[in-house]
Nanobody, 121 residues
Framework: QVQLVESGGGLVQPGGSLRLSCAAS????????MSWYRQAPGKERDLVAR????????KYAESVKGRFTISRDNAKNTVYLQMNSLKPEDTAIYYC??????????????WGQGTQVIVSS
């Protein structure tokens, strides 16, 4: 059974840090582009950070640049999101995504169930 399971969310004060983890099972993440998205109440789901298959290249939303770091450990089949200097506007449900475009153009897309992050004093 294919699964992405996020963990590490919770309540943190402004300026604090959290590290989210996304553990994959039922498939191997190494050929997949991995991403973190977030969705705040009443808003659309937006891309937060993305990392290429080999982990060489990353991409971040402007709002999190310099504060968040995405990384992957293919040997552990896990992706991480280190979040520092958290702000109240970072409050959202954070989702892990695995994406792959096959040789014939077929798209494989897996999503986790999400983990809640609340930044509040």
């Amino acid at each position: 059974q294919v699964q992405l399971v996020e963990s590490g969310g919770g309540l943190v004060q402004p300026g604090g840090s959290l590290r989210l983890s996304c553990a994959a099972s039922g498939f191997t993440v190494s050929p997949y582009r991995m991403s973190w998205y977030r969705q705040a109440p009443g808003k659309e789901r937006d891309l937060v950070a993305r990392i290429t298959r080999g982990g060489i290249s990353t991409k971040y939303a402007e709002s999190v640049k310099g504060r968040f770091t995405i990384s992957r450990d293919n040997a552990k089949n896990t992706v991480y999101l280190q979040m520092n200097s958290l702000k109240p506007e970072d409050t959202a449900i954070y989702y892990c995504n695995a994406n792959l475009v096959g040789d014939w153009g077929n798209v494989v897309d897996y999503w986790g169930q999400g983990t809640q992050v609340i930044v509040s004093s």
